[in-house]
């Protein structure tokens, strides 16, 4: 175990990221305290029943007084409301950061609230599985997966360096990237591929009807792993495609493209484009694999096919 980075720190959240990073900090040691708050009431109290959190507070006030770090864990959506509410109890030179999918509407929502002497550092930990709740949080989630820090402008540079150290201990490798170019980054690696996902699990239920579950008894490895995306937290991606709009809708035009291009090429019979486009994108899994973000093993790297 390695000496505390910050001595108290507030999950405001209590579901899948922040009971992971939870498990993470007691394990490395990170924190000397850690405080939770959940705006349900029942989430407040299954994270007390498994011991999630030294103290789960009735509100978020009671959560953040004292606080080094208070990690916003809600939905991008909520975080306008969440920062106005904490702004008060904040001690000075505390440091807020986020979990966020989405960089540039989290920096417009939470900035304007922050008092003066209060530092402000958003970040994106790229890990997560289609599960939800308090109880569905580990600490391996951030094992060699990648956090993105996105300091605002005037953040202190002192404050980046302790939230990458402590990032770095919860397991994660750090990286730090603009608010705009990251919405873009996630439209492409997350944001699209989770709407398309969306959208083929929706077609198969409506096949399912005619075919009397035909789709889901013989659904083959692709389409699983579209269910297992489509799973994912209802609330979080609806604030995600709400928030990130432009960048979103900017992939999906050329996802469109590419699909329109596709549909030519098996109507037509070319099979030299649809060869070499397997080809030359079957080369980005390769790439996956080697920069350690998965396994080439079967089940899609996850044990038991549920991560």
Not at 221 to 229: E, L, M, N, V
Not at 232 to 259: C, H, Q, Y
Request: charged letters at 25%; aromatic letters at 6%; glycine letters at 10%.
């Amino acid at each position: 175990m390695s000496a505390p980075v910050y001595e108290k720190v507030a999950l405001i959240g209590l579901g899948l990221i922040a009971s992971s990073m939870f498990w993470a900090i007691k394990r490395g040691g990170l924190a000397g305290e850690v405080t939770g708050f959940a705006k349900s009431a029942e989430s407040r109290e299954t994270a007390r029943r498994i011991g999630l959190c030294d103290t789960v507070c009735d509100s978020v006030a009671d959560a953040v007084e004292g606080a080094d770090l208070i990690v916003l864990c809600v939905p991008v959506g909520a975080m306008d409301s969440v920062a106005a509410e904490i702004a008060p109890a904040l001690k000075q030179g505390a440091t807020v950061t986020d979990v966020g999918s989405v960089k540039r509407s989290v920096i417009d929502a939470v900035a304007p609230h922050l008092p003066d002497g209060v530092h402000f550092v958003p970040a994106h930990p790229l890990a997560g599985t289609e599960h939800s709740g308090p109880e569905s949080g580990f600490a391996e989630l951030f094992d060699n997966r990648w956090c993105l820090l996105v300091p605002v402008e005037g953040s202190d540079p002192a404050a980046v360096a302790k939230l990458r150290l402590f990032w770095e201990g919860i397991g994660a490798n750090v990286d730090e990237m603009a608010a705009d170019h990251h919405d873009l980054v996630l439209a492409v690696t997350s944001h699209a591929p989770h709407l398309i996902a969306y959208t083929m699990v929706g077609v198969a239920d409506d096949l399912r009807r005619v075919t009397d579950s035909e789709v889901i008894k013989y659904s083959a490895a692709g389409f699983r792993d579209f269910t297992r995306i489509a799973a994912s937290d209802p609330t979080m991606w609806r604030d995600v495609f709400l928030n990130n709009k432009d960048a979103t809708l900017e992939i999906l035009g050329r996802f469109t493209e590419e699909l329109f291009a596709l549909q030519r090429a098996i109507r037509t019979g070319d099979g030299e484009h649809l060869h070499d486009y397997f080809s030359r994108t079957r080369a980005i899994r390769r790439g996956i694999i080697e920069a350690g973000q998965d396994t080439a093993a079967p089940n899609f790297g996850r044990e038991g096919g549920s991560r």
